[in-house]
């Protein structure tokens, strides 16, 4: 368990690792391709799943203005984001396009794991990936077409049929395993994070590798874009949910999950529904920023929530998180 925790925990370090040996050597990675990309995420997506219960569910009604707010910000700042700074930027097409793609997703499993390492609340993360990940399904489709209509014809109903495909049925299935066979789920619950972080790092790494060329071509200006998107969610997300909310807890849950995009099903998303495979690679690079910018957050946040966590909450998040 501590091997496993150890691992999930370098999560960061392993897709920067990855992320420049593809670059530097491209058939280190690219193997990883086609078909096992798509399988990789359904498989993220369904460990996503067994942590689940109808609970959760509740939860998300229970407690509804922190997590309306949150979604809200998720799908209201980074879309928004992400086609101002493709402009700014003065991206490419297929680059843009890939930009604006990833900013409509919905929050990813990392988020979890990074909300417990900076003691955030964990529960309200994991209600926010949940109900954003659902909403995803029409959200991510309308948002990218919206906004990168103009640039590039957008499948946007093979981009629903695709989100459908690796969101729903897999976390459906999960939820349906979790429910009626839960002593089997709970005995791989404990590898369920390392399993993301293992297939998350492939996935990144491979499109790293195979658009090589188009990222050094772009050089500084994707690389800027990138990293401004996310810094902006995370930014962006803390301000306006602590207006919000006036809590410094669940305004950084909130800001983790707003800046941190399920960038893997950005990529897949990307190559199963346009022609240039360029248009994955803002999603591949972005994985890596929002993986950096969120463990350096926790790590500051980590040494000042102590005295904001009272009573119970520290054990709740604790108990949650043995269940992401």
């Known amino acids: 368990m501590k091997i496993?925790?150890?691992?999930?925990?370098?999560?960061?370090?392993?897709?920067?690792?990855?992320?420049?040996?593809s670059l530097v050597y491209p058939p280190?990675?690219?193997?990883?391709?086609?078909?096992?990309?798509?399988?990789?995420?359904?498989?993220?997506?369904?460990?996503?799943?067994?942590?689940?219960?109808?609970?959760?569910?509740?939860?998300?009604f229970s407690s509804p203005l922190r997590i309306i707010t949150?979604?809200?910000?998720?799908?209201?700042?980074?879309?928004?984001?992400?086609?101002?700074?493709?402009?700014?930027?003065?991206?490419?097409?297929?680059?843009?396009?890939?930009?604006?793609?990833?900013?409509?997703?919905?929050?990813?499993t990392a988020s979890n794991v990074i909300s417990f390492l900076a003691r955030a609340d964990v529960p309200l993360s994991v209600s926010m990936t949940s109900f954003s990940t659902l909403l995803a399904v029409f959200a991510t489709p309308f948002f990218t077409a919206m906004l990168a209509g103009s640039r590039i014809n957008v499948p946007a109903m093979g981009l629903f049929l695709s989100t459908l495909q690796v969101i729903v049925l897999p976390v459906a299935v999960g939820v349906l395993l979790n429910r009626f066979f839960p002593r089997a789920t709970k005995r791989i619950l404990p590898a369920a994070p390392l399993v993301a972080v293992i297939f998350i790092t492939l996935i990144v790494a491979s499109i790293i590798g195979a658009g090589r060329e188009e990222i050094l071509k772009a050089g500084w200006r994707l690389v800027a874009a990138v990293f401004t998107l996310h810094s902006g969610g995370f930014l962006f997300g803390y301000i306006l949910a602590y207006i919000v909310t006036r809590d410094i807890i669940s305004a950084r849950t909130i800001s983790i999950e707003v800046g941190m995009q399920n960038s893997g099903l950005g990529a897949v998303l990307a190559r199963n529904n346009f022609v240039d495979p360029v248009t994955a690679i803002p999603s591949a690079i972005s994985s890596l920023f929002h993986s950096l910018i969120a463990s350096m957050l926790a790590a500051v946040w980590k040494r000042s929530a102590e005295k904001y966590l009272t009573g119970d909450k520290q054990p709740e998040c604790a108990r949650e998180m043995e269940t992401v």
């Open 4 to 21: 496993i925790d150890t691992i999930t925990k370098s999560f960061p370090f392993m897709v920067l690792t990855a992320s420049i040996i």
């Open 28 to 60: 280190s990675f690219t193997w990883f391709t086609g078909w096992m990309i798509t399988v990789g995420l359904g498989i993220i997506m369904l460990g996503m799943g067994v942590t689940l219960t109808v609970e959760d569910f509740k939860r998300v």
């Open 70 to 108: 949150g979604v809200a910000l998720q799908f209201g700042i980074m879309p928004l984001l992400g086609w101002a700074l493709a402009w700014l930027w003065n991206l490419p097409t297929p680059l843009a396009v890939g930009l604006i793609l990833v900013a409509s997703c919905p929050g990813g």
